[in-house]
T-cell receptor, first 116, second 111 residues
Framework: DVKVTQSSRYLVKRTGEKVFLECVQD?????MFWYRQDPGLGLRLIYF???????EKGDIPEGYSVSREKKERFSLILESASTNQTSMYLC???????????????FGPGTRLTVL | QKEVEQNSGPLSVPEGAIASLNCTYS??????FFWYRQYSGKSPELIMF????GDKEDGRFTAQLNKASQYVSLLIRDSQPSDSATYLC???????????FGKGTKLTVNP
């Protein structure tokens, strides 16, 4: 079974703090994704990585950066946390570019981030 | 902007009934379609994927795809209270690895 883990289930930070969210997958997937999920807005893609050190902006990259130094690990960084970044953050991974069910994304348990 | 549209619900059905969840998508280049289930406070988990026109059955779940109408549906037979969740429809964006998600339909199965 694919396993995607995230470093924290719940996190409380203060405005202006630098925040690191980590995601690790154990299935040798090439693709990794960071989403945020908010009521009424659904899942929104923040960043996508298709290889080590490679990244692509998603729909809402502002205020975020990412790092992928190893294939299994994908980090989301909030350089200066703001209250409007309070959300559920979900990491996912998938195999690369084979179409069909290979596009299936497997999600981690999520991190509920509150910025005060 | 590629979109996946779902009726937000809530959809309420009695236990044992068939629940029907619907989804339309705008990108004709989409090739793969997915249904995820998300319990409150949890992350999405895959129920089914489909990429050929027609029906695909897995236990109590049947996914239906009509590419001409750009329509995907999920039928849940013999609905159980444990099926109460939000169901997310997704399609791959223009054949890429990125998925576009609908906002989800909340299903409640009443005992």
């Amino acid at each position: 079974d694919v396993k995607v883990t995230q470093s924290s289930r719940y996190l409380v930070k203060r405005t202006g703090e630098k925040v690191f969210l980590e995601c690790v997958q154990d299935m040798d997937h090439e693709n990794m994704f960071w989403y945020r999920q908010d009521p009424g807005l659904g899942l929104r893609l923040i960043y996508f990585s298709y290889d080590v050190k490679m990244k692509e902006k998603g729909d809402i990259p502002e205020g975020y950066s990412v790092s992928r130094e190893k294939k299994e690990r994908f980090s989301l960084i909030l350089e200066s946390a703001s209250t409007n970044q309070t959300s559920m953050y979900l990491c996912a991974s998938s195999l690369q570019d084979q179409g069909g069910d290979w596009d299936t994304q497997y999600f981690g348990p999520g991190t509920r981030l509150t910025v005060l | 902007q590629k979109e996946v549209e779902q009726n937000s619900g809530p959809l309420s059905v009695p236990e044992g009934a068939i629940a029907s969840l619907n989804c339309t998508y705008s990108d004709r280049g989409s090739q793969s379609f997915f249904w995820y289930r998300q319990y409150s406070g949890k992350s999405p988990e895959l129920i089914m994927f489909i990429y050929s026109n027609g029906d695909k059955e897995d236990g109590r779940f049947t996914a239906q795809l009509n590419k001409a109408s750009q329509y995907v549906s999920l039928l849940i037979r013999d609905s159980q209270p444990s099926d109460s969740a939000t169901y997310l429809c997704a399609s791959n964006q223009g054949g890429s690895e990125k998925l576009v998600f609908g906002k989800g339909t909340k299903l409640t199965v009443n005992p």
